[in-house]
């Protein structure tokens, strides 16, 4: 990918399970974005996390950052068939005069009934 | 509020022929619209960005001259995939900011995608 490296690559669970998926990236950053793709789709955002933030909640999702470690994870909490979908890390770099959005290579969820 | 749309969602084309892919800010003016490419089972590779009037600039190992960008108003960008190879099909995804380049960077939306075929 431009940014990093997610993993696992794919990750296929029961439903009720939790979903940990883990990004790297390679420069510093403001903040690392999470998004979620289904099958074919376009692009949901889910939740953003700023560089000084070790941890946030939205609602089942829970993301840590670690800048010491370029790193962080998204947890799915209690997780149902409708999560299945892919799920990207995206962080800021600045070139060219312009803010772009990089994604991470994404981690391909299943969740089974 | 802050949608984008792609038009067409699918295409069909036959290769060496050209298709132009049309993206759209429906409810906000984007001063900045970027496009990316991604490969089945794939991340988002960013191919270029545009700012509304200028040329767009293009990512490193992008052919500029087989991939036209047009951002000729502050609501619509277009992709030409020029001469269109079965290497070209792919899934093609618009985004849209709104505001300066220095907005906060998650105000940037993205379209359905558009997948494209070259037979």
């Known amino acids: ?113 | 509020g802050a949608v984008v749309s792609q038009h067409p969602s699918r295409v069909i084309c036959k290769s060496g022929t050209s298709v132009k892919i049309e993206c759209r800010s429906l409810d906000f003016q984007a001063t900045t619209m970027f496009w990316y490419r991604q490969f089945p089972k794939k991340s988002l590779m960013l191919m270029a960005t545009s700012n509304e009037g200028s040329k767009a600039t293009y990512e490193q190992g992008v052919e500029k001259d087989k991939f036209l960008i047009n951002h000729a108003s502050l609501t619509l960008s277009t992709l030409t995939v020029t001469s269109a190879h079965p290497e070209d099909s792919s899934f093609y995804i618009c985004s849209a900011r709104a505001g300066t380049s220095g907005s906060l960077p998650y105000e940037q939306y993205f379209g359905p995608g558009t997948r494209l075929t070259v037979t």
């Open chain 1, 1 to 113: 990918s431009q940014q990093g490296e997610e993993d696992p690559q794919a990750l296929s669970i029961q439903e009720g399970e939790n979903a940990t998926m883990n990004c790297s990236y390679k420069t510093s950053i403001n903040n690392l974005q999470w998004y979620r793709q289904n099958s074919g789709r376009g692009l949901v955002h889910l939740i953003l996390i700023r560089s000084n933030e070790r941890e946030k909640h939205s609602g089942r999702l829970r993301v840590t950052l670690d800048t010491s470690k370029k790193s962080s994870s998204l947890l799915i909490t209690a997780s149902r068939a409708a999560d299945t979908a892919s799920y990207f890390c995206a962080t800021v770099l600045f070139s060219g005069g312009y803010n772009k959005l990089i994604f991470g290579a994404g981690t391909r969820l299943a969740v089974h009934p």
